[in-house]
Each structure stands twice: as C-alpha cells, then as structure tokens.
C-alpha cells in the first residue's frame, strides 16, 4: 500500500520519501542483515555485500585485470571498504533500476570517484553516464556483461548476465527487483504480461547460471510458494536449507536459474500445478493471479 502510493507521487519526491523510509528501517536495525561472504569462480569473485534492512550489493572482480564492478551500491562506504580489502580498481557502476535501495548511492560514489561508468537503463538513476538497451554487451576487463531489459517492477529495469568467454566457465546474473530466489518484483511499473517476458528472457539462461537479486526475501517467498505449489518437494527441501543459511545470518544467494525453474511459481506460470492454483490455462491471467495474490498475502 505504502509502496504504491510513494509510486504514484512524482520521481524526486518518491526518491526523497523512500531514502528517508530506508533509512529509518536501517538504523533500526542491529548491524547488518548478513555476513559478508565471497563467491570464487573460475574467471571471477563476486562478493556479497549486504545493505540496508534486506538489500544485496554485488562487487564482481574480474580476476584477470582486478577491475571490478558494483552492482547497486546504495551504501558506498560498505562498497569502498571491500574494494579496499579486495585491493581491486573499482571501474563500474551497474543499475538495475532507479529506486533509492539500488541507486540511491550512484551519486555519492561518483562524487568520490568521478571517472566511474555508471550503466542502467533509466533516466531516473543517478550518476548516469552510460543508458542501456537490451542486448547491449558490454567489455569488462575479460569478463563479458550482457544488458537483458525486463521493464515491469519499474519501467527501466535491467538484468546484467556476466559471462566469461573461456569454454566451460561459471556464467551469472544479477538480477535486481525482477527475479528473486522463490519469487519475482512487485509490478510497479508494469504488467504481468511483461513479468512473463522477463521470465522467458532469464528462463533462456543455461540452467547453471548463478542468480544475485536485490532482496533477501527467500523465506517468505518459499512460504508463499508452498501456498501455491503444495505439493512441490523442491520448495520444502530448498525452505529447509534458506532457514538454516538465515539462522547463521548467512545469504541465500546464489540460486541457479535451473533451480528456479524448479520452485518459483512466476517461473512455472506453464506448469499444471501453477494454472491449477489460478484456475486459469492462460500463463499470463495465471502469472496476474498469483502476483496479485501475493501482494495482499501474509503468511
Ligand atoms: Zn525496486
């Protein structure tokens, strides 16, 4: 409720409304959500940083050059900190779309360090030097990021699939308020027709692709998940182990997008079960029913 209504004001005074609510939140809290932890692959890092009340930040090394990229650094002082330990030469800055929890730290970062490339896909993110379409790929050190549009949570938003071209090299995605672990982003901006879309387009992904999002809302996903799918093993297995992952204070990110495919009812808006549950045959009415039940669902 209190989201679309801060939606439905103009662009700088929603911006100022949620810096100001997230801000409240953070310092609500004690220390952060979860412990920093650091993904090894064989061309690159990715190290999770987390922010805010629930947020992930992302710094991916690009192991060859030691260039790094962040994705959504609304803390900078969290970010500059791990660049500092990693000793890597933070190059760029990738916006998944313009809300103040991803973008809001664009313009303090930049300020810091003005030669940064600063990518998103929507005029409304700050610090903005390089606009986006999809498909654009860009050359990161010897690492590849590929550009997938997936307007729905917000008009502008971007997925950034990073790949190696070295044969047989770990590929991931990070992939903001569209996809999460069990779930997908409200559709603030957008239509359920467009949330399919977005679906389809990371459902074409290799099935081993790691998957970051923005959130960690993996639990009350699963739970609403089970609601839908009852009868999925997939969901109580993958419950189990979010539960003990959180109760260290651990992340439950990476998943893979083969694993989504498996538990998440806005990936499986084919699948019987899913149509069963929305008592609908047509993927995007199914993919309408369940957001929308979601949206007013408490567990
Ligand atoms: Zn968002």
Redesign the pocket.
């Known amino acids: 409720m209190l989201a679309r209504f801060v939606n439905s004001l103009p662009n700088g005074l929603s911006q100022h409304l949620t810096k100001w609510y997230f801000q409240v939140q953070a310092r609500n809290q004690r220390g952060t959500h979860s412990y920093i932890e650091n993904n090894q692959f064989q061309n690159m890092d990715v190290k999770i940083l987390p922010a805010l009340q629930d947020n992930y930040m992302y710094l991916i090394i690009d192991k060859a050059t030691n260039m790094a990229a962040v994705v959504d650094p609304v803390e900078p002082n969290t970010v500059l900190q791990a660049v500092q330990e990693s000793n890597v030469r933070l190059t760029t800055v990738l916006t998944t779309?313009h809300?103040w929890?991803?973008a809001g730290g664009n313009e303090a970062l930049a300020k810091q360090m003005p030669y940064l490339d600063v990518y998103g896909a929507d005029e409304r993110i700050g610090a903005l030097t390089k606009k986006v379409e999809h498909n654009n790929v860009v050359n990161f050190g010897n690492l590849l990021i590929q550009c997938l549009f997936t307007p729905c949570?917000?008009k502008g938003h971007v997925c950034y699939f990073v790949t190696s071209p070295q044969e047989g090299s770990q590929s991931v995605v990070f992939t903001?308020?569209t996809l999460f672990i069990a779930g997908c982003?409200k559709f603030?901006e957008g239509t359920a027709d467009q949330m399919l879309h977005a679906m389809t387009i990371l459902g074409a992904l290799p099935n081993e692709t790691k998957v970051y999002c923005?959130h960690e809302y993996t639990l009350s996903n699963l739970r609403f998940a089970s609601h839908v799918d009852p009868k999925n093993e997939e969901i109580t297995k993958k419950f189990t182990w979010a539960q003990q992952r959180r109760d260290k204070g651990l992340p439950t990110v990476p998943s893979t997008i083969g694993e989504e495919k498996k538990y998440n009812p806005f990936m499986r808006v084919k699948e019987r079960a899913i149509m069963r549950h929305a008592n609908s045959q047509a993927p995007v009415e199914v993919m309408k029913i369940i957001r929308h039940e979601k949206d007013v669902w408490h567990a």
């Open positions: 779309h809300h929890d991803h949570h917000t903001g308020d982003g603030f923005g």
